[in-house]
């Protein structure tokens, strides 16, 4: 997306507010993103819509460029539409907690059921995995053999039982040894079928889970809208759990899904390895980034707007206009840039000024010299560059470990930059590239 955002960023210039215009031009390349990254199309629809009416005629901050300032918009409106961070899983009073873990065959169930099971034993809880697919017998020493790995009991009765009367016997297991979690083990198809829907109604019936969780593999892309919504109608979804996120789905799926279906989102897994951190409680914000493929900018706005000095700036920008900018201000801003981060990294992240970082045509070499120069001229002459001639040039050079003609350059350059600045009345800010031009 970075890429062909970059075009429209250009585009748009210094406005003062976001015009219908520009939020149709830069809603036409998020719109590609959301349909690359396997989001619903009519998802996608009423996002883009809903997007474009928050965004048009909104105050362009002083920090942000038009651009930036709608991906801000479309950021959090993904982060909204994806939903609440965090929700926890329902607890059964008396207990114990009964989970039904379902969803199509190789959607990472019974991996997604050992690492809910370890996850809950890190929080002080007593779970106990149950192996109700009966159907694949792999299925059920598979179960059992990550429950002995870990140390978690598993309740199997082979294949001779029924799930619902498996799943019944766990329950009594359970409350016979004070058990907090049955996370039951069900079935899956490789689509889905009626006599499948029938034994997870069979299950709900009998136990009466208090968390009926979708499994998804987030891979799946836009069949897992379908998935969804059929489990949820047989069985009523309360959360979903999507896997393989380690894998490169951009994750429209799980948008797609939490759009569609209104159940929450509860989980992450990714790795095929059964360790803690391969499950985590869902967080909104890091999938939005994902979704739109630019993780990067975002973060770099997001600093940019923590550390900018909307007071300041205008003070600069005021002195620019009137040509009173003077080495000073310079500096000044240079400092304010670079508390942003590393130089490289800073341009690295924006659109447009990556090639610099990675061409090395700025440095932050280049910076530091600039920056050493400058402190070495006295207050008179930072205010007033006119002054730097002859002797003054000698003495700065030696005081900042460097040639007179560099001091010279840097004079002349910023007396240009200056020259300029006033003819374009102040627009644009200061481009770095200008005073170290060769
Ligand atoms: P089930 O049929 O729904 O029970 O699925 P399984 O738990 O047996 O998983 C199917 C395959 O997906 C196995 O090879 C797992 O190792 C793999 N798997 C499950 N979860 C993840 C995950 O989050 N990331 C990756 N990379 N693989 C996973
Ligand atoms: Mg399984």
């Known amino acids: 997306l970075s890429d062909r955002l970059q075009a429209v960023f250009q585009k748009l210039g210094g406005k003062g507010k976001l015009t219908e215009e520009d939020v149709r031009e830069a809603m036409k390349q998020v719109r590609i993103a959301l349909l690359e990254a396997d989001v619903n199309l009519k998802v996608v629809r009423e996002f883009v819509a809903r997007v474009t009416e928050k965004a048009v005629g909104e105050e362009v901050t002083k920090s942000l460029t038009p651009a930036q300032q709608v991906i801000k918009i479309v950021h959090q409106e993904l982060i909204d539409l994806l939903g609440q961070a965090n929700v926890p899983l329902a607890e059964a009073r008396p207990g114990p907690t009964i989970i039904m873990l379902i969803g199509l065959q190789g959607s990472g169930k019974t991996t997604t059921a050992a690492k809910l099971a ?5 929080k002080g809880k007593r779970p106990l995995l149950v192996a109700a697919d009966i159907y694949r017998p792999a299925a059920i020493t598979q179960l059992e053999s990550l429950g002995r790995q870990l140390g978690i009991p598993v309740h199997s009765e082979g294949a001779q039982s029924r799930p619902p009367d498996i ?32 034994e997870l109604e069979q299950i709900n ?11 998804v593999d987030a891979m799946i892309g836009q069949e897992a809208v379908r998935v969804a919504e059929e489990f949820n109608r047989r069985v009523g979804l309360t959360g979903i759990i999507f896997t393989k996120i380690d894998g490169d789905a951009r ?7 939490r759009a569609v279906t209104g159940v929450p989102i509860k989980f992450l897994g990714s790795g095929e390895k059964v360790e803690a951190s391969t499950i985590e409680p869902f967080h909104p914000d890091r999938l939005a980034s994902r979704i739109l493929g630019m993780g990067d900018v975002l973060s770099l706005i997001e600093r940019a707007e923590a550390i900018y000095d909307e007071e300041q700036a205008r003070k600069m920008q005021k002195k620019l206009v009137k ?3 003077d080495f000073e201000d310079f500096l000044a801003s240079m400092q304010q840039m670079r508390k942003l981060g590393p130089l490289q990294q800073i341009l690295g992240m924006i659109p447009g000024l990556d090639k610099l970082a990675r061409e090395e045509i700025i440095t932050e070499k280049d910076l530091k010299k600039i920056e050493a120069i400058i402190f ?7 205010r007033n560059p006119d002054l730097i001639k002859g002797r003054r040039k000698e003495r700065i050079a030696r005081g900042s470990g460097t040639q007179v003609q560099e001091v010279t350059q840097l004079v002349n350059q910023f007396r240009q930059m200056q020259r300029m600045m006033k003819r374009m009345g102040g627009k644009g800010g200061i481009d770095p590239r200008e005073l170290m031009r060769r």
Do not use: C, Y
Not at 183 to 189: L, N, Q
């Open 251 to 257: 994750g429209g799926a799980a948008l797609s899904v």
């Open 205 to 215: 019936a009998a136990v009466e889970p208090v968390e009926r969780l979708l499994v």
């Open 118 to 122: 370890l996850w809950l034993r890190k």
């Open 376 to 382: 070495s001229m006295t207050k008179e002459e930072r």
């Open 167 to 198: 799943a019944r016997n766990a329950v009594r297991r359970a409350r016979d040894e004070s058990i907090t979690h049955v996370i039951i083990d069900t079935a899956g198809r490789l689509q889905i079928d009626e006599p499948l829907m029938v």
């Open 323 to 325: 040509g009173s900018f």
